[in-house]
């Protein structure tokens, strides 16, 4: 019963230490290394402890099978988990790198993307008349009214269609995402059928490279150069608006990008746009449009990926427990020995714990390298918000590393408390006396 | 199988190892049984045996609609059966996250797909109302819908008269049959006829359409005859089986299918290390026993077979216990979503290939341990040596 009641208690213990370990920031978790090794250092039953770990890890090489498994089953869970997290990231990072705080987009009201927005040839000037756009040098507006066309491109690995985003832009498009470079070629002449490319769209889909044709619309356009942006844009072609308009028989503009002017200039023109009825859009600075439209996937990866790292690392803990369970009763005999020159139960517990969190360290850093190499870079896309291709690449970030070596640690923490209690509580007698 | 009791009493030697080695194998092949039924939940859209219907769209792009005149045109190809027609529509119900499909369609719409179950009284009533919708029976329960309430949709791209409010009349819920369809269950269907009058901005123009071949016809040379009658015009069309469109369709997505393979080999291969692991354990403790076995009679096939068999009970059995857990889990999780994912639950092919991963990996790992058991020498092992 007093056991029952132990084993329990330590149960409970345990889930608090995992959720505590899960909201732990990172300082602390030095300081509490700090103070383990401080420990070990300064007082003699961390220096016992110390000794007791020193003679287990002595013993690994002769364990490697079981030891091997611990290793394996952890770097599985955060090779998996970080793979699919930094899949999520690299998506946001792109949508949130696109756009910025100074510049705005307007759509038609409700329409929620730019392939459902309206904004018709005569609203265009009205917007440009309004009070909180920058102007330029001339005196002119820096606006770019824009239209997106989807269209069907083969896609590299396979040839089969996929839709893409056909961006026509006004004169002032460039001078509107100055992050934008062109790397090869020239920019399209406003008035000819050329194009200029994404640097992702070059990579990601068929026959895209300068000098090459391409049949849209049944109409020859001629690529004449590529374009690195490192956001959603690398995605897209882009030629001038009004090129592409008549192209496909479209009369009105789909969307209206705006150089702000200032701090206020949002708010300006906001309130100039409520106030005229003429004009039923909807505003948003860039940078929110773009972030917005990441939120959606980027939450389901987070989750799934969370759901599939959950079930692994249940898989993981078991695996560990069978393999410190089997290094508990394989050394029963060497710890009993320790037990009865003075060891205490702290010491013998610390030197299960530490062995099994070692190995789960390099468990965890071999599953963060793993997904690092295979898949740091690693360009993919998916379908966006305009029925049409964000190419991204996943990003294995530090902070993703990081939560992937406190899920190992969390595992390792799991599966070495009960073998080490077990090894704490083995009676010393009957340990000595088996063969 | 007279051997069963003396494999079980091996398997159960070792209670702890037995038990944690059977609860990691659970956890794989329950992970395996949810990630397949997501896969063949995104991959079989439109997939309906013996349906072999075909779609019909703009060559250019999937958001460029084509004129209606283009319906008489087609359904006066040799071959086609029928033809109807349907074009999106974007609708908003209350909040952007409650997304569901909603297009406007032709009045012999679900005359082409007879797995849409709906009573011939609300059909009837649906076809009498012009502002009239029909919805599949998730989406109507996610949302409470009664045939009768009024259903506000919030237009995305097409304005009525200047404003965004659009709003139908519920006359009818279809119910799907098919387990891996039920994703069918979430669309709202309303008249053509009536978007095409009341909208703002197109006239005379539909999204798609969706053609019956005769059984006896090619349907490469519908297809070909199809898209022949708008060649080289402004809207020239792609028609191709609405199998290979949905899948097309899915995989711009994400390539679902590779994405839980490489999940699945991450598990698997852990797994194999891990049951592997404990066979050898196993089979190392127990070699004066399997000694003993051999000097009563037992022959050194027997005793392969007999680990063998250990091993793959080990696997099978944590394996069927996954599959179970999972098959109860997939319905709560497509419960739990409000009906936004729609899984089919546990088909038989996740049972099927299940199985045969269970009896590989059990072989696999069996197989070393096994060989040993058979190659022993019953004098050293006695001896312990």
């Given at each position: 019963?007093?056991?029952?009641?132990?084993?329990?208690?330590?149960?409970?213990?345990?889930?608090a230490a995992l959720a505590a370990w899960i909201v732990l920031p990172w300082q602390l978790v030095l300081a509490l290394c700090a103070a383990i090794a401080l420990w070990m250092v300064v007082t003699r039953s961390g220096r016992l402890a110390r000794e007791a770990t020193k003679i287990g890890i002595a013993s690994l090489p002769q364990r490697w099978g079981a030891s091997l498994v611990i290793v394996v089953g952890i770097a599985g869970v955060v090779g998996v988990l970080v793979a699919m997290l930094a899949m999520g990231e690299g998506f946001k990072a792109t949508l949130n790198q696109t756009g910025s705080d100074d510049t705005a987009i307007l759509l038609r009201a409700g329409s929620q993307a730019e392939t459902n927005s309206v904004i018709t040839r005569?609203?265009?000037?009205?917007?440009?008349?309004?009070?909180?756009?920058?102007?330029?040098?001339?005196?002119?507006?820096?606006?770019?009214?824009?239209?997106?066309?989807?269209?069907?491109?083969?896609?590299?690995?396979?040839?089969?269609?996929?839709?893409?985003?056909?961006?026509?832009?006004?004169?002032?498009?460039?001078?509107?995402?100055?992050?934008?470079?062109?790397?090869?070629?020239?920019?399209?002449?406003?008035?000819?059928?050329?194009?200029?490319?994404?640097?992702?769209?070059?990579?990601?889909?068929?026959?895209?490279?300068?000098?090459?044709?391409?049949?849209?619309?049944?109409?020859?356009?001629?690529?004449?150069?590529?374009?690195?942006?490192?956001?959603?844009?690398?995605?897209?072609?882009?030629?001038?608006?009004?090129?592409?308009?008549?192209?496909?028989?479209?009369?009105?503009?789909?969307?209206?990008?705006?150089?702000?002017?200032?701090?206020?200039?949002?708010?300006?023109?906001?309130?100039?746009?409520a106030a005229d009825p003429r004009l039923k859009l909807d505003i948003a600075t860039t940078h929110d449009y773009y972030s917005k439209q990441s939120e959606a996937l980027t939450k389901l990866i987070k989750i799934l990926g969370t759901v599939i790292g959950a079930i692994m690392a249940i898989g993981a803990v078991f695996g560990a427990l069978n393999s410190m369970y089997a290094a508990v009763a394989g050394r029963a005999r060497e710890i009993a020995t320790l037990r009865a020159i003075g060891f205490r139960g702290l010491p013998v517990v610390t030197a299960v714990m530490l062995e099994t969190m070692l190995l789960a360290l390099l468990g965890g850093l071999a599953g963060g390298a793993i997904a690092w190499l295979l898949f740091n870079g690693y360009t993919v896309s998916t379908l966006g918000n305009n029925f049409s291709q964000v190419v991204f690449q996943f990003k294995v970030t530090p902070e993703l590393a990081w939560s992937g070596l406190k899920w190992a640690l969390g595992i390792g923490l799991v599966g070495g408390l009960f073998p080490a209690l077990r090894a704490a509580r083995l009676p010393v007698t009957e340990a000595l006396r088996a063969a | 199988m007279k051997y069963f009791h003396l494999i079980w009493a091996a398997l159960f030697r070792s209670k702890t190892r037995t038990l944690l080695t059977l609860l990691s194998v659970t956890a794989a092949f329950l992970l395996f049984g949810m990630l397949d039924s997501v896969r063949v939940a995104f991959n079989s859209g439109g997939d309906v045996a013996g349906a072999n219907r075909m779609v019909t769209m703009s060559r250019l792009s999937i958001t460029q609609m084509l004129p209606y005149s283009l319906t008489e045109q087609i359904r006066a190809v040799p071959g086609v059966k029928k033809a109807a027609f349907a074009a999106w529509f974007g609708g908003i119900?209350?909040?952007?996250?409650?997304?569901?499909?909603?297009?406007?369609?032709?009045?012999?719409?679900?005359?082409?797909?007879?797995?849409?179950?709906?009573?011939?009284?609300?059909?009837?009533?649906?076809?009498?109302?012009?502002?009239?919708?029909?919805?599949?029976?998730?989406?109507?329960?996610?949302?409470?819908?009664?045939?009768?309430?009024?259903?506000?949709?919030?237009?995305?791209?097409?304005?009525?008269?200047?404003?965004?409010?659009?709003?139908?009349?519920?006359?009818g819920i279809y119910s799907v049959d098919d387990p891996k369809q039920k994703a069918q269950e979430r669309v709202l269907f309303f008249h053509w006829k009536y978007f095409n009058e009341a909208n703002d901005y197109v006239k005379g123009r539909v999204g798609w359409f969706i053609v019956q071949p005769d059984k006896s016809a090619s349907a490469d040379k519908i297809a070909h005859a199809i898209d022949k009658l708008s060649e080289n015009s402004d809207h020239e069309t792609k028609t191709q089986s609405e199998a290979a469109f949905n899948q097309a369709f899915a995989k711009q997505f994400a390539d679902i299918g590779l994405i839980?393979?490489?999940?699945?080999?991450?598990?698997?291969?852990?797994?194999?290390?891990?049951?592997?692991?404990?066979?050898?354990?196993?089979v190392r403790e127990r070699i004066p026993e399997l000694a003993v076995l051999k000097t009563i009679g037992f022959s050194n096939r027997s005793v392969l077979w007999l680990v063998l068999g250990e091993s793959v009970l080990l696997v099978v059995l944590g394996g069927v216990i996954g599959l179970v857990i999972a098959s109860v889990l997939v319905p709560v999780v497509s419960a739990a979503s409000g009906g936004l994912i729609q899984l089919p639950g546990m088909l038989p092919q996740t049972w099927g290939?299940?199985?045969?991963?269970?009896?590989?990996?059990?072989?696999?790992?069996?197989?070393?341990?096994?060989?040993?058991?058979?190659?022993?020498?019953i004098v050293d092992a006695l001896a312990g040596r």
């Open positions: 019963m007093k056991r029952f009641f132990s084993s329990l208690l330590s149960l409970v213990l345990l889930l005569d609203q265009a000037p009205l917007i440009g008349a309004l009070p909180g756009i920058a102007h330029a040098k001339d005196g002119k507006p820096i606006t770019s009214p824009e239209l997106s066309q989807v269209v069907n491109l083969a896609s590299k690995n396979d040839g089969s269609d996929v839709n893409v985003q056909f961006r026509g832009v006004g004169p002032e498009a460039w001078a509107l995402r100055p992050q934008l470079k062109i790397v090869q070629g020239r920019k399209f002449t406003p008035g000819l059928r050329e194009i200029v490319v994404g640097k992702g769209a070059q990579r990601q889909f068929r026959d895209i490279a300068v000098g090459k044709q391409l049949k849209l619309a049944n109409q020859q356009w001629t690529i004449v150069g590529v374009f690195a942006a490192n956001d959603s844009h690398d995605s897209e072609l882009w030629t001038d608006a009004d090129v592409l308009g008549p192209a496909y028989q479209r009369q009105a503009y789909q969307s209206m990008t705006v150089k702000l002017d200032g701090k206020r200039g949002f708010k300006q023109l906001k309130a100039a746009l | 119900y209350r909040d952007p996250k409650n997304f569901f499909a909603n297009f406007s369609v032709s009045p012999d719409y679900l005359d082409l797909y007879p797995e849409f179950k709906l009573p011939a009284s609300q059909k009837k009533a649906w076809l009498e109302d012009q502002r009239g919708a029909i919805v599949g029976a998730s989406l109507a329960k996610q949302f409470g819908w009664k045939v009768g309430d009024t259903i506000p949709l919030q237009a995305t791209i097409f304005p009525t008269k200047g404003s965004n409010d659009w709003q139908f009349t519920l006359r839980v393979t490489a999940i699945m080999g991450a598990v698997f291969f852990t797994l194999l290390l891990l049951t592997g692991n404990t066979m050898a354990q196993a290939l299940g199985l045969l991963l269970m009896l590989a990996i059990g072989a696999v790992v069996g197989l070393l341990p096994a060989l040993r058991g058979m190659r022993l020498n």
